[in-house]
Each structure stands twice: as structure tokens, then as C-alpha cells.
């Protein structure tokens, strides 16, 4: 990099500010978002991912373990996967079975949603790591919650949250009477029997059931099995929730296609403006390179090196904006950001090639300018 | 001795509107080797128009220009540019120094775009030595005076061996003491290094440093003189010359 784009880009130090923080934004818009975004399906996936149960058989049509799913399953399909019906026999390889009812409600802050589960803890201690830590099992209107929960959130008198709390569920004050570990599924667990009574008006129904082997080793025989029972209904193998969580939610991608998209515009713009300005403010200093013997190429080569400087200067600004954002949002609230480097050098390849294309006009501009008018140019 | 400008019947007219107003009207000149030529004459005479015809910076309407030896007229905009960087230096009246590089820095840029890459150091200070400015090597323009300034610009003009030096108006924004100087310097770049310079001046003593001087009016040259003639004997131009 030559002396006089350095220069350019140090003399004049409002007008580089200006133009690094614009594309750090587009960056940080990139890089956070995306990293939000990916943060939270891989929490939540890994979290569905602590269960011991193998596989999870859903109601017939689209299910979407990363927003909840409605209770839509008869909890009848538990009782006969496990033990059979008079007209179904059990099915083979089966240890345990726990239905789950999941319920999206708005979180204790009021901003974004939290998912709530109606668990059957006796059998849901089977199929998962589940092991309540501190306090006890809930029953009735009593909740669990985990200890990420505990720590980061505060109870419906703003205080820190132990075992004896009360949280709003359902829009009343419910006391928490345990702490469970490890995280699994949502944060905030009630007994099943509560849920149904709150959501569904007592039906026997739920989202879902956790299905353990007896032998892990046979959990493509036991799905294919509760296939061919229930044609209708879907089978998902726990070790694939991460893929589904991330691909179940489809209008993420478009989202997040529309936020790159709008980071690339705001980094062009922003090299455009500035660049335009400048050249206007230095129309006489092209004049001067034109009579020094400087070619076309070499002043759109000028003009482009300086863009890019500015560009990658965002670049770094952006992301070292973005890594502290993270520490920031992971410090003051739950939500996980993923900074992958990925999207670190997609961001930076969107910047640069932002800067370029937005200083390609104004140095196409600067490199074919009357010599002589710019000479005279005040 | 051999020419190293040549203007033949050179006319320009520009178009305003619907008016069009000839600057030069068929002007013929030739400048040899090692010649300190000035040009003087009314604004508006067509001088600075003759300047940029000769540095390639404008197309003539009709005739052509010859520089060291190639036909610039004809030439497109990527050769009339080449033909600038190598056999052309330019200064100004008002020195269009880049404010934000050094006189060092000024002088590496056009070297750079000379094709010498990082440049000669050694050759930067003997050509900063040569016009007193050896100890404002890291100074940028503002941190100069309006002479330092005009110098760091003739620095630049020769820094890569110019065939033709052209001039506009050099000392227009000078006093009288920094004048002298900038002129001297040129006399002296002339003298010593037998460098070929065309200057453009309103000012006679400024003119009188010069081997000759042409004098326009209207798109014509209407009178050309020789320095050595009119200057008194033993006298610098600024001294006085005869009338």
C-alpha cells in the first residue's frame, strides 16, 4: 500500500471514521446476527441433544423442535409403544417412553419467548440426564428450571433466582422448587398433568415422546418398527436433531440471505458516498496526478487501493465490535452468539468487495476528468 | 541544435454555448535543447492553452505538436500520457503540492509514477540539495513557505530528467524575495543541467531570467526578444534590465 493512500486515509480523519464505521456495521450486522442466530438453534439443539432417549416420535405432519411444537399426540401412543394395546403389541426393543408437551409463552423480560415443558418426571428421568440438583420433583403448579435459568434470570420480584422463587407462568406467580442439571430441552420444566390442564384443558395429549432402546445399537430397528406401526406419524433420531433444529426453521436462511444482503448495500454505500466526496474535494489533486503522467488505470487504481483500505479497516473495527457485542449480549442475558469464521470472511469478502464496487464509480469518474479543469478546479 | 518542442500552425478554439472563441490561431514555435523561453502576453492571449497543448493535457484543434522528437497531437490519451510521465515536467502557479505527503513523499510519488517504483533516495536529496531544501525532507506542504513549496514543486518537475520543463506563471504566487529565488533556481537548473524550460509570466522581470521571450496576443506570437540584449551588463534581471 502506497504512501499517498495511507496519507489520503490518515489526513483525512472524520471522513475515514464515517466510512470504517459504516462498514463495521454492515459486519457487525452480518457476523452478530448470523452468529445469534446460529447461537441459539445450536444451544437449543444440543440441548435437545442431552436426552439419553434415541429417538422421538412426533404427531403426522411438520413438527419444529426449535419453536415448540403444539399438543397435537395422543399420550395413549406412550402407553402402547411400551407396553402395547389389546390390539398393538409393545414394540421390541423399547426401555422407556416419556411424553413431552411443549407451550411457547412470552419470556419473564417480556422481549422474545422461552418454551415451557409439561414433563412425566418419573419417566422422563429415564430417557434423559435429567437429575434435579437442588430441591425437589414439582408437583402440581410447581416448576424446575435449570441452572443456567436460575443464574441469569431474575424472579417475579426482579431478585435472583433460587429454589422457593416464583416465576410467571401462564400469566400467575409459580413457585420454582427445583434446579436441574444438566440442560436439556427448555429451561423451564412443570409436571405434564399442569400443562394439560393450562393448554389443552386437561386432554391427554402432549408434543411428543422420547423413546429409549434397551440397546442403543438397535435404535434403526426400532425406528424402522415404529414406522411401519404408525406410517403416519414422525420418527426423528435424537443424534439428528442439531441438522433439524437448524433446517427447521426455513424462513431463518431467507432472513439471514436478506440481512448479507443489506449488510453488502449499506458497506457499497458507504464507500460510495465517501469516495464520491473525496474526489470531489480532490478534483485538483487528479489534475495534478494527470499532468504528472499518471495514467487512467492508476488513478482508479488509487482511488480503489484507498476504498479497500478503508473497507478492511471496517472489517477489523466489525469484527472486534462484534466479538465484544457477544460478550455483552452472553453477559447480560441467556442467548448464545456463534462467531464463525465462516461468516467472518464472508462479511469481509461482502466489505471489500463492497468498498471496491462502491469506489469504482467515483474513480471512473476521477480517472476520465478534464486535466485542465481539474487543474483549475477550486 | 535539435528542437525539443515544435508547434506548428497550432490552432484552438473552444466551444461555449454557441460562441466560439479561438485561443490560439495558427501558432508556429520551436524550442531548442537546453532553451529557458518565456511566454508573455494579456490573460486571455492563449498562453496557458499553448502551455497544456504542449504538456499533451488538451487536443489542438488543428496543427500538432512535436516533443523530443514524437507527434503528441495525433496520439490518443493513453500515449499523450506516457509521452507526459517521461519527457514532461510540470509546475504551477500554485504549486499543487499533495498536501498530505511530504516534499520526500511529493517527490516519491512522481517517481512512482515515472515507473521507478520506491524511487532513489540519494537522487531525491541531490535534487532537494540542488534547490536549498535539503533539511525539509519530511516537511509537508503547509509546514513550508510559499518559495519552499514553489521549489519542492520544481523539485518534482525534474526529480526524473524531463526533457521540457513547462512553467505557469511559477512566481504568481510569490512575493518579490521568493520570486527571485524560484526564478534563480530555474536560471540556475537551466544553466547547470542545460535543462530545457517554457515559461508562462505576466511578470517582465520574471521573463527577463529567460534566454528568450515571446510575447502573444490573440491566438499570435506578435514579437519575440532575446534576454541577453536587453539585460544590463553585469546585472541580474531583477536588477534592472534596459527598456
Redesign the interface.
Known amino acids: 500500500m ?3 493512500v495511507i ?2 486515509v ?2 483525512r480523519p472524520l471522513r475515514t471514521l464515517i466510512s470504517v464505521t459504516g462498514v463495521a456495521l454492515g459486519v457487525v450486522l452480518t457476523v452478530l446476527t448470523v452468529g445469534l442466530a446460529h447461537g441459539m438453534l445450536r444451544n437449543t439443539a444440543e440441548r435437545q441433544a442431552n436426552v439419553l432417549a434415541e429417538i422421538m416420535f412426533y404427531p403426522e405432519g411438520d413438527i419444529s423442535p426449535a419453536t415448540g411444537q403444539a399438543l397435537t399426540l395422543d399420550t395413549i401412543y406412550g402407553r402402547a409403544i411400551k407396553e402395547g394395546t389389546s390390539r398393538i403389541q409393545a414394540v421390541a426393543g423399547v426401555a422407556a417412553v416419556s411424553p413431552v408437551a411443549q407451550y411457547l409463552q412470552t419470556s419473564q423480560t417480556g422481549v422474545g419467548f422461552e418454551i415451557l415443558e409439561g414433563v412425566d418426571f418419573d419417566s422422563y428421568q429415564k430417557v434423559t440426564e435429567m437429575r434435579v440438583v437442588s430441591g425437589r420433583v414439582p408437583v402440581g403448579e410447581e416448576v424446575v428450571v435449570d441452572a443456567r435459568y436460575a443464574h441469569d434470570k431474575k424472579d417475579i420480584d426482579g431478585k435472583p433466582i433460587v429454589v422457593g422463587s416464583k416465576i410467571l407462568l401462564f400469566g400467575r406467580p409459580i413457585p420454582i422448587v427445583g434446579i436441574y442439571e444438566p440442560e436439556i430441552g427448555s429451561r423451564v420444566k412443570l409436571p405434564l398433568d399442569t400443562m394439560q390442564r393450562y393448554v389443552v384443558n386437561g386432554a391427554e395429549k402432549c408434543s411428543f415422546l422420547l423413546v429409549k432402546c434397551k440397546d442403543s445399537k438397535d435404535q434403526e430397528l426400532v425406528a424402522a418398527e415404529l414406522k411401519s406401526k404408525y406410517p403416519n406419524n414422525r420418527i426423528v433420531m435424537t443424534r439428528d436433531l442439531p441438522s433439524l433444529v437448524s433446517g427447521s426453521i426455513g424462513s431463518l436462511e431467507v432472513f439471514l440471505t436478506v440481512v448479507v444482503r443489506l449488510a453488502a448495500v449499506i458497506s457499497t454505500l458507504v464507500i460510495l458516498l465517501a469516495m464520491y466526496t473525496t474526489i470531489i474535494e480532490r478534483t ?2 487528479i ?10 488505470a ?1 488513478i482508479v487504481v488509487a482511488i480503489v487501493k484507498e476504498a479497500l483500505l478503508i473497507s478492511s479497516l471496517g472489517v477489523v473495527v466489525g469484527v472486534l465490535l462484534s466479538v465484544a457485542g457477544r460478550a455483552g449480549i452472553q453477559a447480560a442475558t441467556s442467548l448464545k452468539v456463534d462467531i464463525e469464521l465462516r461468516w467472518i470472511l464472508i462479511s469481509a469478502a461482502i466489505s471489500l468487495v463492497g468498498g471496491a464496487v462502491g469506489a469504482l464509480y467515483p474513480a471512473l469518474r476521477a480517472a476520465y476528468v478534464d ?2 479543469k481539474a ?1 483549475s478546479y477550486e | 541544435m535539435a528542437s525539443i518542442l515544435q508547434t506548428n500552425d497550432l490552432k484552438m478554439t473552444y466551444h461555449i454555448g454557441k460562441v466560439d472563441v479561438h485561443a490560439l490561431r495558427g501558432l508556429t514555435l520551436e524550442v531548442p535543447k537546453g532553451e529557458f523561453l518565456a511566454i508573455m502576453g494579456p490573460s486571455g492571449c492563449g498562453k496557458s492553452t499553448l502551455l497544456h497543448l504542449c504538456g499533451g493535457l488538451l487536443t489542438p484543434t488543428s496543427g500538432n505538436v512535436v516533443v523530443d522528437g514524437e507527434e503528441i497531437t495525433a496520439a490518443s490519451d493513453a500515449k499523450r500520457t506516457d509521452v507526459r510521465r517521461r519527457k514532461i515536467g510540470f509546475v504551477f502557479q500554485k504549486f499543487n503540492l499533495f498536501p498530505t505527503l511530504t516534499a520526500e513523499g511529493n517527490l516519491k510519488l512522481a517517481e512512482r509514477i515515472f515507473g521507478k517504483g520506491a524511487g532513489d533516495a540519494a537522487h531525491r536529496r541531490d535534487v532537494l540539495r540542488l534547490l536549498g531544501l535539503e533539511s525539509k525532507l519530511k516537511h509537508k506542504p503547509l509546514e513550508l513557505s510559499g518559495g519552499e513549496q514553489q521549489r519542492v514543486a520544481i523539485a518534482r518537475a525534474i526529480i526524473n530528467d524531463p526533457a521540457l520543463i513547462l512553467a505557469d506563471e511559477p512566481t504568481g504566487n510569490l512575493d518579490s524575495e521568493n520570486s527571485e529565488s524560484v526564478l534563480q533556481m530555474l536560471k540556475e537548473l537551466n544553466e547547470r543541467t542545460g535543462q530545457t524550460i517554457v515559461m508562462i509570466t505576466h511578470n517582465p522581470e520574471a521573463a527577463a531570467y529567460a534566454n528568450r521571450i515571446i510575447h502573444m496576443r490573440d491566438g499570435h506570437v506578435v514579437a519575440e526578444e532575446h534576454t541577453e540584449m536587453i539585460l544590463a551588463p553585469g546585472r541580474t534581471p531583477s536588477e534592472g534590465a534596459h527598456p
Open positions: 502506497d504512501s499517498l496519507e489520503n490518515r489526513h485538483r489533486e489534475g495534478v496526478l494527470r499532468s504528472l503522467g499518471a495514467s487512467k492508476f486535466p485542465v487543474l
